[in-house]
């Protein structure tokens, strides 16, 4: 499968535990952020969004949160389980093209 | 309901040739767009096609081109194939352009 996560920042965290996952983004003008979860040989996967006006979201077992200030967010998963194994994006969007920039993606890996 | 379906899903070109991917949105989503992941680093967004017209563009050479058909579905080609074009090829859909995208499996596409 395809190995994206050879040269990416790397994260581990016990089964069970609560994993933070940081991103700066770069463009103090994007309104809408998306955390993608990527698991070897497979498409993105959706896992939670945000817009600008939010400064926090719940979804199930995962926060977002947005700090526009400084520029940065973070996915906050609970009880981290074996499946969470995968490299993590953050994406951001703006402007009238709507196009999604992704930052470089983290890689977490959970220990049994 | 059927994902972001993509073919084939992987393919091997020599130099110098040319290339199609094809890709269909989940029903109902009008909003295509092409992200180029080369091996450990973030999708890099190609073109965005929405109700048929093209409605963004990466930093990507003239080689690179598209088009949205009247079932939404959608077509990258990739004309005079270099080594660095080999990368996963991520088509994601979307209701409109300013929703969240859902990324298909993607098409791994070897250049030797």
């Known amino acids: 499968g395809e190995s994206v996560g050879l040269h990416l920042p790397t994260l581990s965290v016990q089964e069970g535990d609560n994993s933070i996952i940081n991103c700066a983004y770069s463009n103090s003008a994007s309104d809408y952020f998306i955390w993608y979860k990527q698991e070897s040989g497979k498409g993105p996967q959706f896992i939670i969004d945000?817009?600008?006006?939010?400064d926090k979201r719940q979804g199930q077992r995962v926060t977002v949160l947005l700090n526009k200030t400084v520029k940065h967010l973070s996915l906050q998963i609970a009880a981290t389980q074996p499946g969470d194994s995968a490299v993590y994006f953050c994406?951001?969007?703006?402007?009238?093209?709507?196009?999604?920039?992704f930052g470089s993606g983290t890689q977490l890996t959970v220990l049994p | 309901d059927a994902g972001v379906t993509q073919s084939p899903t992987h393919l091997i070109k020599t130099r110098g040739q040319h290339v199609t991917l094809r890709c269909s949105p989940i029903?109902?989503?009008?909003?295509v767009s092409w992200y180029q992941q080369v091996l450990g680093q973030g999708p890099q967004f190609i073109f965005q096609?929405?109700?048929?017209?093209?409605?963004g563009r990466g930093n990507f050479p003239d080689r690179f081109s598209a088009r949205q058909f009247p079932n939404y579905s959608s077509e990258l080609n990739v004309n005079a194939l270099l080594l660095g074009d080999s990368a996963l090829y991520l088509c994601?859909?979307?209701?409109?352009?300013?929703?969240?995208?859902?990324f298909g499996q993607g098409t791994r596409l070897t250049v030797v």
């Open positions: 994601a859909s979307s209701l409109d352009r300013v929703t969240e995208a859902f």
């Open positions: 994406a951001e969007m703006w402007g009238s093209a709507r196009q999604l920039t």
């Open positions: 029903s109902g989503h009008k909003s």
């Open positions: 096609y929405y109700e048929k017209e093209e409605r």
């Open positions: 945000i817009r600008s006006n939010m």
